[in-house]
């Protein structure tokens, strides 16, 4: 089994920041590529970053230059650092792990795995 587990969400004002985490643990074999998305009420979910195991990284125009996406490989780890936050910001954060699980020896499955969602909520 697979878990995504996140921190870091809150309630902050408008402008300032917040950090999020998210560790894989579990049978893994390798991790692909990590990311986060966020989903809006009555929104659909949507691309925030994703961060390749050799620290390619994607971020939407939306929120380039004020967010930033690092990754740990030693420890399954994917952080989102996100600055000047705006009340459109307010979201569930999710995680997003797309990686390969470890069976009976070597590599199995590869397949996409998902947290919980952390709420991330801006105040204007």
């Known amino acids: 089994q697979v878990q995504l587990v996140e921190s870091g969400g809150g309630l902050v004002q408008a402008g300032g920041s917040l950090r999020l985490s998210c560790t894989a643990s579990g049978s893994i074999f390798s991790i692909n590529i990590m990311g986060w998305y966020r989903q809006a009420p009555g929104n659909k979910r949507e691309l925030v970053a994703t961060i390749t195991s050799g620290g390619y990284t994607n971020t939407a125009d939306s929120v380039k230059g004020r967010f930033t996406i690092s990754r740990e490989n030693a420890k399954n780890t994917v952080y989102l650092q996100m600055n000047n936050l705006k009340p459109e910001d307010t979201a569930v954060y999710y995680c997003?792990?797309?990686?390969?699980?470890?069976?009976?020896?070597?590599?199995?499955?590869?397949?996409?795995?998902w947290g919980q969602g952390t709420q991330v909520t801006v105040s204007s």
């Open positions: 997003n792990a797309d990686l390969t699980i470890f069976y009976a020896g070597g590599p199995s499955t590869r397949r996409d795995y």
